[in-house]
């Protein structure tokens, strides 16, 4: 084993990263293949919407019906037709938040330009879905809908919402009572740049949400700075404009960026899917520096998307990337395997063969413990259940976090694992501020870790300048049962 020590907001961390561990196969096993056969799916989206303690799967199509499978222990039904939310229109987005704050998760879709809104929000009530578009103000009927993020900007207790758009000004709507009124251009957030991914996260740990936004067809990507709600924007400043991509190329962009600790040193780290080669940024605390190369995942393609999880419960981040497919090539897509200081593909044949594109998840579907595989594309919009042995399989925590009145309110949230008793840091992760492409889910955060036993856990809540911290001490590790903590 090697250490490496970091400055940690509560003190002096150690971070144990195990090198020269046996790791087991990757063993990703398909899920009803026959019910998850259906093509052109573009986005995938999890929650818990019927509250019985699994995550239930919402996909949105190129024009066939979307649908919501419920999860019934491990084993899925499509219910959209049932729940109200079977539209047949070319879905682009969607993102799960409890939006109306009564503890159950609403949904938002984006749909193509055609008839009706691009924009409309379904409250739920108890599984079934009512369309509360024009109930909430959200009157828009023109835009290439790209990220919507539910995320609580302000830190007042509500969830407001982010859009990104391709073709148009990206919005921020304040949630204000329940309606929505868009504040981007009063904010600093009203960017007309060709916008496709975004994720929310305390960048600099300041107490605020930043916010990264990937950018198309050539356009730097934007990273706003939050500043106790107005936002400037430093991606030239924290060496992230080109996420790694050929500057001002047309043919060039981002997808998606996303945020996790790579390295394990505590701080926040970037990836980019890219058009283009794909980025990892890793922070030395004051700017970001592309380590893409060293780190082996430098592979020039078409990139939709990127999403980590601990695949094998050794204590490290794996990395999915999924390629596009465009003009007729099917862009290969990529599972790289933590090995020490880099990462090796490990995609097995059977997985690389599912002709995916766009939307990729790893979440807890069947509540073995273990991160599970989620994806989309022009192919099946497959699912693959992770085996891995028992022993590993219950070395895993899953998080879910929640305000004072139990509300899921906290997107960008951050978790941390310690052992018991001790500053020995085992897994970081953030509650889900902008997932998959062009997605985001309402659920449990999984954390794999490199031991069993007993661990403290710390989330941090960053509002209004202060970053508040909640503590919980010697929770069992299982793998099995949902710890909710209360970040107030």
Known sequence: MSAVTYRHLMGSVVFLALVGTSQPPVALQPVQPALFAAPNSFVNALADVDGDGDLDLFVGFNGAPNRLYRNDGGTFVDVAAASGVADGRPTRAAAFGDWDADGDADLLVGFAPGAGPVLQL????????????????????????RQPVWVDMDSD?????????????????????????????EVGLADTRRSVGAVWADLDADGDLDVIVG?????????????????????????????????????????????????????????????????????????????????GVAADGRYDSCALADLDHDGTLDLYLNGTVTQGRNWPDYLYRRQGSRFENVIPSDLAAVTADHGVQWHDLNGDGTADLALTGQGPHALFANRLPDSLAVRSLRVRVVDGRGRATRAGAELRVFAAGSTRLLATALVDAGSGYDAQSDAPVHLGLPQGGRVDVEVTWPANGRRRVTLVRMVAVNGREVLTVRAR
């Open 122 to 145: 379904f409250r739920n009530d108890g599984g079934r879905f009512t369309d509360a578009t024009t109930v909430a103000g959200l009157s828009m009927d023109s835009g290439a809908v």
């Open 157 to 185: 207790g509500d969830l407001d919402l982010f859009v990104a758009f391709r073709d148009r000004a990206n919005a921020l709507f304040r949630n204000e009572g329940g309606r929505l009124r868009d504040v981007a251009a």
């Open 215 to 295: 950018n198309m067809d050539g356009d730097a990507n934007g990273v706003f700075r939050n500043d106790r709600g107005r936002f400037t924007d430093v991606a030239e400043e924290w060496g992230l404009a080109w996420g790694g991509r050929t500057p001002r190329d047309p043919a060039n962009g981002t997808v998606r960026p996303c945020v996790a600790d790579v390295n394990g040193d505590g701080r926040w780290d970037v990836i980019t899917a890219n058009y283009g080669t794909p980025g990892l940024f890793l922070s030395n605390g004051k700017e970001w520096r592309n380590e893409a190369v060293a780190w």
